[in-house]
């Protein structure tokens, strides 16, 4: 089997690639909607260093450009190809992904909200409590809630004197600094109001940042351990920062008994081999299709498993094959797994275009195995064909 052709469309909010075979063998992944402007040109650059390989060749394939890539969005250029080889492989061996990854260590897989979120009218502990309310209500039953607060929030630029810099209101994350008496009390009364509507039957994760200062996050940290958290995330670095200090997370992370979680925006497990060795989290969480796959991912779960830390693999807005890929690698890793970020369809009508997931997707926090050769889903492609924009009408054919 040789790789004949690779290409990227936009459908609905997502990038999504496909890897076409002399075989008639399709691979598909996906790529996060944040990157919908730019990624074609990323996805592209790879082609010409793909085409004629044996895509049930993961590993010799991605040799040949891993090395190429780096940051988002190459990475995630270079993680979606993976994904699709891996799609390849699994139909042509009549197998679901996970055989080829060593088989399965649970037959449902663990997740979280990840960006199912309620829009709050403030960001005064009220409106938080009423939010997770909303989110503890869901027919999916999450074990885990993940809610954004402090510099991950809007709390910087909507709430008075929160922290000794010049807010802004730009997309990413930018705010930095030390938090005022006031912001810190802010932070405290609405993780305080979410906790009292978790009660003992759902867990609170906390993505935090980047923007802590280093003193800040230990005086959080030692604030909460007490209370039912299960980690903070991102509080330094993370998110669109495209490195981690890992000296700093150490000394946040070795000051408190909360757990600490870092490190999706990384690419490759080299990137992780300080913050596992020098024990400066507690919880990693790459994203697959930052990382450099899912393989890459289940690499890092294992070495991270040796070192008494934990995996809670980030997935937000990676859409639904993204979620099929999670479900794949996530049923083969070690048991320091512990969730993974759900991602959703979006468009509404992408449940529509796709086989293979079960309905309902997530009963009690947890997703079946999928058991169809490949990542478990494909396309209805007449009905995806109906979504394609002009410049992509070629793209199943």
Not at 80 to 94: F, H, Q, R, T, Y
Not at 110 to 120: E, S, T, V
Not at 126 to 152: N, T, V, W, Y
Request: proline share 6%.
């Amino acid at each position: 089997m040789k790789i004949t052709g690779l290409q990227c469309a936009i459908l609905g909010n997502h990038p999504i690639l496909r890897i076409s075979t002399d075989e008639g063998i399709s691979g598909y992944s996906q790529i996060e909607a944040s990157k919908a402007d730019y990624i074609k040109s990323h996805v592209l650059f790879y082609e010409s260093r793909i085409l004629g390989q044996d895509p049930t060749d993961v590993e010799r394939v991605m040799q040949r450009i891993r090395r190429l890539a780096s940051f988002k969005p190459w990475g995630s250029a270079v993680s979606a190809i993976e994904m699709a080889l891996w799609d390849i492989a699994g139909k042509a061996a009549g197998l679901p992904v996970y055989k080829l990854l060593g088989g399965k260590v649970r037959d449902r897989v663990r997740c979280y909200n990840g960006n199912i979120r309620f829009h709050m009218d403030g960001h005064e502990p009220q409106h938080f409590a009423e939010s997770m309310a909303k989110m503890k209500d869901r027919p999916e039953k999450f074990s885990i809630i993940k809610q954004g607060i402090a510099f991950h929030s809007p709390m910087p630029a909507q709430i008075p004197d929160f922290f000794y810099g010049e807010p802004t209101d730009q997309p990413q994350h930018p705010n930095r600094g030390m938090l005022t008496p006031k912001g810190f009390k802010h932070i405290m009364a609405c993780i305080e109001a979410m906790l009292e509507v978790c009660g003992d039957d759902v867990e609170l994760a906390l993505d935090c940042g980047p923007g802590f200062v280093v003193p800040d996050a230990i005086r959080l940290a030692k604030a909460v351990e007490s209370m039912n958290v299960a980690w903070l995330e991102d509080m330094l670095t993370g998110d669109y920062v495209p490195y981690v200090l890992a000296d700093n997370y150490r000394e946040v992370t070795q000051s408190t008994s909360t757990r600490i979680h870092t490190g999706e925006q990384l690419y490759l497990r080299q990137n992780f081999v300080e913050l596992i060795e020098g024990r400066c989290l507690d919880i990693v969480g790459p994203d697959p299709c930052d990382v450099g796959g899912i393989a890459e991912l289940k690499w890092i779960a294992e070495y991270a498993d040796l070192h008494g830390i934990l995996m809670a693999p980030h997935g937000t807005l990676d859409g639904l094959l993204g979620l099929a890929a999670l479900v794949q690698v996530g049923a083969t890793m070690p048991t320091n797994y512990i969730a993974f970020e759900y991602p959703t369809g979006n468009p509404e009508w992408w449940y529509d275009i796709v086989d293979g997931l079960p309905d309902p997707i997530v009963v009690d926090s947890h997703v079946a195995v999928l058991e169809r050769p490949g990542i478990g889903v494909d396309f209805r492609i007449e009905e995806a064909k109906k979504y394609l924009s002009e410049a992509d009408k070629g793209f199943f054919d």
